[in-house]
């Protein structure tokens, strides 16, 4: 049984239901304390009736004693990969708390795209190349800080490796460093008939 459990809808301004789109359940990781990209919690294609559900565990987020809950927001995105709704963040959402995990989303279109700023990957490369600067800053180091130092090198290669080898970006659901110009879409092809979820 997974630890959060999401529900929700989608369907047009006259209430008709949209179904050939996928959602993706983000984490915010934009606190003072935080300083590496929101996780992505779970993706699925919407049903046939406009429903979705997306489960998820705590060690999905879970990133120390200061995040005992999850800064939930959706992403929708169309046929094509293309970002075309980004939802409010609901802050510290709690596993029992219904209202808060469920997702009732009306789309003015399935065409339109949201603002590059509101893309959760706008800055990718830019965290990227900030925690390769950050290494620089720890040249001389004290025999108690090499845990510190290895905890930010892997991570500074662990983001380097997602967000720029192409093969992973499929599997987390990456478009590529310059979002609005790489969409899921291949000859024409939309990103569902490559891969389904």
């Given at each position: 049984m997974p630890d959060?459990?999401?529900?929700?809808?989608?369907?047009?301004?006259?209430?008709?239901?949209?179904?050939?789109?996928?959602?993706?359940?983000?984490?915010?990781?934009?606190?003072?304390?935080?300083?590496?990209?929101?996780?992505?919690l779970g993706s699925v294609w919407v049903d046939t009736n406009g429903k979705f559900e997306?489960?998820?565990?705590?060690?999905?987020?879970?990133?120390?004693?200061?995040?005992?809950?999850?800064?939930?927001?959706l992403i929708i995105r169309n046929s094509f990969g293309q970002i075309i709704k980004k939802t409010e963040i609901r802050k510290s959402v709690k596993s029992t708390d219904i209202k808060n995990l469920t997702f009732d989303i009306k789309l003015d279109s399935t065409k339109e795209t949201v603002p590059y700023s509101e893309n959760p990957y706008s800055n990718s490369i830019d965290t990227v190349m900030?925690?390769?600067?950050?290494?620089?800053?720890?040249?001389?180091?004290?025999?108690?800080d090499y845990p510190r130092v290895l905890e930010q090198l892997i991570g500074t290669v662990s983001d380097w490796l997602l967000y720029t080898t192409e093969s992973m970006w499929k599997v987390i659901g990456y478009d590529g460093p310059q979002v609005p110009r790489y969409p899921w879409k291949q000859n024409d092809t939309p990103y569902k008939k490559l891969w389904t979820a």
């Open positions: 959060y459990l999401i529900k929700g809808s989608v369907c047009d301004n006259q209430g008709n239901k949209i179904t050939d789109v996928k959602v993706q359940a983000m984490n915010s990781d934009h606190r003072l304390w935080q300083y590496h990209n929101d996780e992505m997306i489960s998820f565990d705590k060690k999905d987020f879970f990133a120390g004693f200061l995040e005992n809950n999850p800064d939930l927001y900030s925690s390769f600067g950050k290494l620089g800053e720890s040249v001389d180091i004290h025999p108690a």
